[in-house]
């Protein structure tokens, strides 16, 4: 006894959603993975840079928890331009203008020593 057309259709798109849904879990994780080992073989960096912007970014609501993360970006003397995730009490302690040392480990954000009197 054969399956119909319709029902070797549905297992085939059943089957394709579940090879997609978690082939894009095991990338995420392979992605999160290599950033982690990336980071922890980084030298830890002290740049002279300037706190340039900030901002955040919102996900959840409704049903669901809200979940705020806080971004900085750092110019540094060369002119590159850095975004970093920092905690919610590191960004509110920085602010736009600021002058200082920048000191990261790959793209994780380790601190900033502002400077005080330095020109703008």
Avoid: C, W
């Avoid at 849904?21 to 080992?37: D, E, K, N, T, Y």
């Avoid at 600021?98 to 900033?112: A, E, H, I, Q, W």
């Amino acid at each position: 006894m054969g399956m119909s057309l319709f029902a070797v259709v549905f297992f085939g798109f059943i089957v394709l959603f579940f090879v997609v849904f978690f082939g894009a879990i095991a990338l995420a994780v392979v992605r999160a993975l290599r950033r982690r080992a990336r980071d922890a073989a980084a030298p830890i960096e002290e740049l002279p840079a300037r706190l340039v912007g900030r901002r955040q970014e919102n996900r959840g609501g409704g049903e669901t928890r809200i979940v705020t993360k806080h971004f900085v970006t750092f110019e540094l003397n060369s002119g590159q331009r850095l975004e970093l995730e920092v905690s919610g009490e590191q960004y509110g302690q920085l602010i736009e203008g600021d002058r200082g040392v920048l000191r990261r480990k790959g793209s994780r954000f380790l601190g900033y020593d502002r400077q005080l009197g330095l020109e703008p």
